[in-house]
């Protein structure tokens, strides 16, 4: 009984397991959906920037995106990066002297396919203010229309189609190098020079002087003696 038991209690962790596994790899392959982004090459309020909008496509039928579509927060300096495939229109409001919305329709037969992306880029003198959106919509061959005009709460959950946000600051500097710190001090005196001892050849003239005077002191003497002796 013992070996039945134990041999049940195996099928059940191993099926157990399976089903597990299962579920993992289920989830593992389910897609991962991307969001309309937007990010830029600096972020300091009041500059000219060019704005990069990450556009993927979704479509769950295979449709191709047909036109994006960006409002902007009326600005006054818009202009639309050429793109193949692709025609740019600007929305102006004239009297005001602004744009209001930026929008990409792609040529027959061109578009994002399914599984892809593309990169629309627009220069503009960026807003004063913390942060910037940008609700956008896009459009598929199918006539889908997807509005990512959602915002998201401060510490809240992303929502489903966030609008595309830029967080706006002045750019951070380098810190400018400081000089080391140094501590000033009165240079020491200069130590007494010593007495440069006198070269060899003034001693050995010198002492041959002195050798002379005692040989002719010797010479006088003998003499005197000599002569004193005669």
Known sequence: MMRNFTTANKLRVTGCASALSV???TLAAAPAWAHVHVDSDHT??????????EVPNESEMGAATTEVSVALPDLTE????QIPGWTARLDRNVAAGTVKSVTWTAAPGAGIAPDQFALFRVAVMLPTGD???????????DGTVVRWDQPTPPGGAEPEHPSPT????AE?????SQPSPSVSASPAPAAPAAAAPAPASDNTSRWL?????????????????TRRRS
Do not use: N
Request: glycine share 6%.
């Open 44 to 53: 300091s309020p009041g500059d000219d920037a060019i704005l990069t909008f």
């Open 131 to 141: 942060s910037v959106s940008f609700p956008t919509t896009q459009t598929y061959s």
């Open 78 to 81: 818009v202009s639309a990066e």
């Open 172 to 176: 951070p500097h380098a810190a400018p």
């Open 23 to 25: 579920i993992i790899a």
């Open 209 to 225: 002087a002195g050798a002379a005077l005692v040989v002719a002191a010797a010479s006088a003497a003998l003499t005197l003696v």
């Open 166 to 169: 830029l967080a706006l600051g």
